[in-house]
T-cell receptor, first 116, second 115 residues
Framework: AQKVTQAQTEISVVEKEDVTLDCVYE???????LFWYKQPPSGELVFLIR??????QNEISGRYSWNFQKSTSSFNFTITASQVVDSAVYFC?????????????FGTGTKLQVIP | EPEVTQTPSHQVTQMGQEVILRCVPISNHLYFYWYRQILGQKVEFLVSFYNNEISEKSEIFDDQFSVERPDGSNFTLKIRSTKLEDSAMYFCANSIQGGGYNEQFFGPGTRLTVL
């Protein structure tokens, strides 16, 4: 069965520090997809990135970057020069195709607090 | 940009009452999902729905739960007889296609409080 582990429950950093959120996943499928979502205090889930299992290229989007390492089943997320607005809970998620639809399994989330 | 909407934003109900949570998906999306998040915990899959049928449901989604698209646009989650442990945030999600590559767009959630 699929599983997503986010070992860091809470992280506090001072503004402008870099921070990396860890994500380790388990799946028996060879084709799968990984996502990161942000949940700000207001509660909604905001999509950040997706990555498929065949694409191990790292990605950078502004201050955000993602490191996908298939060999270690990890999909880590780094925020560079953190800002107070980055304070939120971040969820890593694994999607496995099921015929015509997908089933998404979320990690337990990492609460990031950026201190001004 | 199209958005998923959910109503109500907060629902308070008495234990044993029926509740219906409503979602208006993005118009050309065909795959629909409900998730639950108990306060402070992770987001859990409840059910997926396509072509007016349940594709898959989790062990959480027991006989007390049902889903439907009553008018082809709204997507509802009904809980027949609420229990205290049903208190949670319920998220509706949808995707344009079913393949795993397509991200699911989430609604803002309905916070259900069962007293």
């Amino acid at each position: 069965a699929q599983k997503v582990t986010q070992a860091q429950t809470e992280i506090s950093v001072v503004e402008k520090e870099d921070v990396t959120l860890d994500c380790v996943y388990e799946t028996r499928d060879t084709t799968y997809y990984l996502f990161w979502y942000k949940q700000p205090p207001s509660g909604e889930l905001v999509f950040l990135i997706r990555r498929n299992s065949f694409d191990e290229q790292n990605e950078i989007s502004g201050r955000y970057s993602w490191n996908f390492q298939k060999s270690t089943s990890s999909f880590n997320f780094t925020i560079t020069a953190s800002q107070v607005v980055d304070s939120a809970v971040y969820f890593c998620a694994l999607s496995e195709p099921r015929g015509g639809y997908q089933k998404v399994t979320f990690g337990t989330g990492t609460k990031l607090q950026v201190i001004p | 940009e199209p958005e998923v909407t959910q109503t109500p934003s907060h629902q308070v109900t008495q234990m044993g009452q029926e509740v219906i949570l409503r979602c208006v998906p993005i118009s050309n999306h065909l795959y629909f999902y409900w998730y639950r998040q108990i306060l402070g915990q992770k987001v859990e899959f409840l059910v997926s729905f396509y072509n007016n049928e349940i594709s898959e449901k989790s062990e959480i989604f027991d006989d007390q739960f049902s889903v439907e698209r009553p008018d082809g646009s709204n997507f509802t989650l009904k809980i027949r007889s609420t229990k205290l442990e049903d208190s949670a945030m319920y998220f509706c999600a949808n995707s344009i296609q079913g393949g795993g590559y397509n991200e699911q767009f989430f609604g803002p959630g309905t916070r259900l409080t069962v007293l």
